[in-house]
């Protein structure tokens, strides 16, 4: 076992690498220059000049690449280009909001999945698999922002319910915490809800078809017990897989959900680096979030040999 | 259970009534990602800039709600006196002024560190307006003497509380290196609380502001990017003054919402089409002459709306010392006369314009107007859409035949001027900041009025600088952007806000709320 997690973050290891290249030279492809956006286009190009010298950027690119592959090599992820404050802390002080916002959405999208899938997979055609397919299509045909502007209006404005501005700091307070999350988790959970009582359904559908299932059936067994012991148990391979390929969508989903609520998080920090051309910000966070999808990678990999005894991880 | 019905309701009770005792809090909603920084000699961006109005002083000041250069008044110092050349300007400084978190009282010393702060480019990102400081001294602990190399437009005005005219803590800013940027020590009626990341920074009252004591306990600035989002928020009372969208439609919807103000305030940014004049077609005053008739500037400010665009009238912004509007400025949009002109000069089939454009939205609307106004004139122009950082990086390289640029800058001709049509400014130069036609015409004027103490002589070569530029058709004004800012009713400044210098209502000890 131990052998076989230290084999895998091995293998993740180039993985990495290829997307710290790739990242580091895509954004310097891109034109604009963080000296400009730092001092302000009244700025004198001695000022400018300077600036960049200070800030390492007028060193040739191959430098600034080995320097940069350096540090990271060191767990250092430098600091910010704009606020110069360490990246690491930065991201450390964000990173929690974002990954409550995307499991609580893994959660209510596997609460609410999982079983909207296996009703909708018993009675083919019936009223729940109607339900189904029309909460799938509406959870991957929304773009989260409009559903998450959608529910803003309806609950924070119409009802108030919830806030509109989500509470980040303190975090004391679990009841406003709760609220706070709330609709933006709901709002990214609907397309977790699509995914998986897509998955569910079909996999159950081909799983309530085979010969096994009829014996069962056959045999007697109580229909309860035929689709959940039966059926259900083959299922929860592909719902895993699922589950680990969309945490990535959803991640990237969560940058949108979090600029509509305006959560603190992951999503305010690339979209502010993205707009202030910080290289630095944007190459830690590119890291950042490789090492999320490695690990969740990783984790989903693992939860096979959890869910069906015959994977064997070693 | 009869112990938690009681405890449930004393809790309840304790909740309804703790508003009545609570601070009061203004919540300030700013369309931004994050801040930069409140250091004000290096706030240059529209969400930088407000903060630095409620935690700083000049030594003198804009009047609260105004933008004229003409109207400034005492403020750090009580009085001042300038020798007859203009050289040499002597202060004296208000007594007993303390800065914030017992960083001591203000003397001589702060203010020539400040100044000198604001001239080095490693500190100041202004510090090309003090480039004719010769000297600042402290003559005494509440005497200050600036010596000048050569007389200034506004000397006055590099001394406000504006840019590098504010005046920070010496103290402060070496003892706390970097973290200055986000705890800056200033005098103003409100200082620095808590900053976090991404989300607000904090406000609190400086009890002991010189002016007296604010009434209102905190400010909080929230950065909430999304234009929605703040609406959102602003409608549901979660923030009680908001950043605006500078869209009359905006400004109309939010009017009716119930007990909410819209202030449509002035700075105005100048939107300006600049023409390469180093590029054929362009570099023929005839093409530039035809496509600026086939540009109608009347439809901008109906496109736009009335409410938060104004006809733009010269070269630089209304209401700018030197502000001359006597040469009239083409673009009544006569396409037929403009196609006519065009075949005169050589082009019967019409010609093609490369222009480089920011996807911003605002001004992505505008370009598109530019472009479907000129095409009736057979006149094509190219739009390449860039995001907002590659259009500052491309057009500073000449990529763009035409550029749409939108500025507001100090309220003296000679900035404008100077930066945008000054040789010395052109692109591509080692002293390059904002001259993207190369424009040369009217060097002489604009070097000679910046030195000129005569006020009447110094206007007349403002004016003269003016016409020429206007005349060689370097840029034609398109309209003037007015800036809106909403605020429930409750909420009071304190004075009649007309114009933000600081692109956002200056929050002091004369604001209230009900």
Redesign the interface.
């Known amino acids: 076992m131990i052998r076989y997690l230290a084999t895998r973050l091995l293998y993740a290891l180039p993985t990495l690498l290829a997307v710290l290249t790739l990242v580091f030279v895509l954004v310097r492809i891109?034109?604009?220059?963080p000296a400009?956006?730092?001092?302000?286009?009244?700025?004198?190009?001695?000022?400018l000049r300077?600036l960049r010298e200070r800030i390492g950027l007028h060193l040739p690119i191959w430098q600034q690449y080995l320097a940069f592959m350096g540090q990271v090599m060191s767990g250092d992820l430098g600091r910010s280009l704009?606020?110069?404050?360490p990246i690491l802390s930065?991201v450390a002080?964000?990173l929690p909001f974002t990954i409550e916002l995307t499991v609580a959405a893994l959660a209510i999208g596997i609460v609410g999945g999982v079983p909207l899938g296996v009703l909708a997979a018993r009675r083919r055609d019936g009223l729940w698999d109607w339900i189904a397919r029309i909460v799938s299509l509406t959870g991957l045909s929304f773009p989260a922002?409009v559903s998450g502007?959608l529910m803003?209006?309806a609950f924070?404005?119409h009802f108030?319910w919830f806030?509109?501005?989500s509470r980040?700091?303190p975090l004391t307070d679990p009841i406003e915490r709760l609220r706070s999350l709330a609709l933006p988790a709901l709002n990214l959970g609907l397309i977790m809800i699509a995914y998986v009582t897509r998955v569910t359904r079909s996999g159950m559908l081909k799983a309530l078809s085979e010969d096994y299932v009829r014996t069962a059936r056959a045999k007697g067994v109580p229909a309860r017990v035929v689709v959940w012991r039966h059926g259900f148990r083959n299922v929860l391979i592909p719902i895993v897989t699922v589950i680990g390929l969309y945490f990535g969508v959803l991640i990237g989903n969560s940058v949108l959900t979090e600029?509509?609520?305006?959560r603190?998080?992951l999503g305010?920090?690339i979209?502010?680096a993205l707009?202030?051309?910080d290289y630095t910000m944007l190459q830690g966070l590119m890291v950042i979030y490789a090492f999320i999808i490695v690990i969740v990678n990783l984790v989903t990999d693992l939860a096979y040999g959890l869910v069906d005894p015959r994977v064997k991880t070693t | 259970m009869r112990q938690f019905w009681t405890t449930t309701a004393v809790a309840l009770a304790i909740a309804l009534t703790t508003p009545a005792f609570a601070q009061k809090t203004i919540t300030v909603g700013m369309s931004a990602?994050?801040i930069?920084q409140v250091d004000p000699h290096?706030a240059?961006?529209t969400q930088d800039k407000p903060m630095t109005s409620w935690a700083f002083n000049g030594l003198v000041r804009f009047k609260p709600g105004s933008g004229d250069l003409g109207g400034l008044e005492p403020d750090l110092a009580e009085k001042w006196v300038k020798s007859p050349d203009g050289l040499v300007w002597t202060f004296t400084l208000r007594k007993g002024v303390k800065f914030h978190r017992g960083f001591g009282e203000l003397t001589a010393e702060d203010v020539v560190f400040s100044l000198t702060r604001a001239g080095d480019?490693?500190s100041s990102?202004?510090?090309?307006d003090y480039a004719s400081f010769a000297k600042v001294e402290a003559v005494d602990p509440l005497t200050v003497r600036i010596t000048l190399k050569a007389p200034v437009p506004s000397l006055l005005g590099l001394v406000a509380n504006y840019h590098g005219g504010n005046i920070v803590s010496k103290k402060a800013v070496e003892q706390m290196g970097?973290d200055f940027?986000l705890k800056a020590i200033g005098t103003g009626p409100f200082m620095v609380d808590e900053y976090?990341?991404?989300?607000s920074i904090t406000f609190v009252a400086n009890k002991d502001y010189f002016r007296g004591a604010p009434k209102i306990d905190k400010v909080v600035y929230?950065f909430?990017?999304?234009d929605?989002?703040r609406d959102?928020?602003f409608?549901?009372g979660?923030?009680d003054v908001m950043y605006g969208r500078q869209d009359q439609k905006w400004v109309e919807r939010v009017k009716t919402m119930p007990n909410v103000i819209v202030d449509v305030i002035r700075p105005a940014e100048l939107q300006l089409l600049h023409f390469n004049l180093t590029q054929k077609p362009l570099d023929d005053i005839k093409v530039r002459r035809a496509i600026a008739t086939a540009i109608d500037r009347k439809q901008f400010t109906n496109f736009i709306g009335e409410v938060i665009a104004q006809p733009g009238r010269s070269v630089v912004p209304a209401g700018y010392l030197g502000f001359d509007d006597t040469t009239s400025v083409l673009g009544s949009g006569d396409s037929v006369k403009a196609k006519q002109m065009l075949a005169e000069a050589g082009y019967p089939n019409g010609v093609t314009i490369k222009m480089v454009q920011t996807s911003l939205p605002s001004m992505l609307a505008v370009a598109q107007v530019v472009q479907a106004q000129l095409k009736k004139a057979g006149v094509d122009v190219q739009l390449d859409v860039?995001?907002?950082?590659?259009f500052?990086?491309?057009i500073r390289k000449d990529l763009s035949q035409m550029v749409y640029y939108s500025?507001a800058?100090f309220p003296v001709a000679d900035v404008f001027l100077s930066?945008f049509f000054h040789s010395r400014a052109i692109v591509g130069t080692?002293?390059?900041?904002?001259n993207f036609s190369h424009c040369a015409v009217a060097d002489a004027e604009i070097d000679a009025a910046r030195i000129e103490q005569d006020g009447a002589k110094q206007k007349a070569l403002w004016a003269s600088a003016q016409k020429k530029i206007i005349e060689n058709i370097c840029a034609i004004p398109l309209h003037e952007q007015l800036l809106a800012w909403a605020r429930k009713s409750s909420v009071d400044y304190g004075y009649k806000l007309e114009s933000a210098m600081h692109l956002g209502p200056t929050i002091n000890e004369t604001t209230t709320m009900k």
Do not use: C, Y
Request: charged share 25%.
């Open positions: 891109v034109p604009g220059d400009l956006v730092i001092m302000g286009d009244q700025a004198t190009p001695e000022a300077d704009i606020t110069n404050r930065d002080a964000v922002f502007i803003l209006l924070a404005i108030h806030p509109v501005i980040g700091w600029i509509v609520f305006n603190p998080g305010k920090l979209i502010g707009e202030k051309r | 990602p994050d930069g290096k240059t961006t480019p490693k990102s202004f510090s090309a970097d940027k976090k990341p991404k989300e929230r909430i990017q999304a929605a989002a959102l928020a409608q549901s979660e923030i860039v995001d907002h950082q590659t500052h990086a491309n500025a800058r930066q080692p002293t390059a900041t904002t």
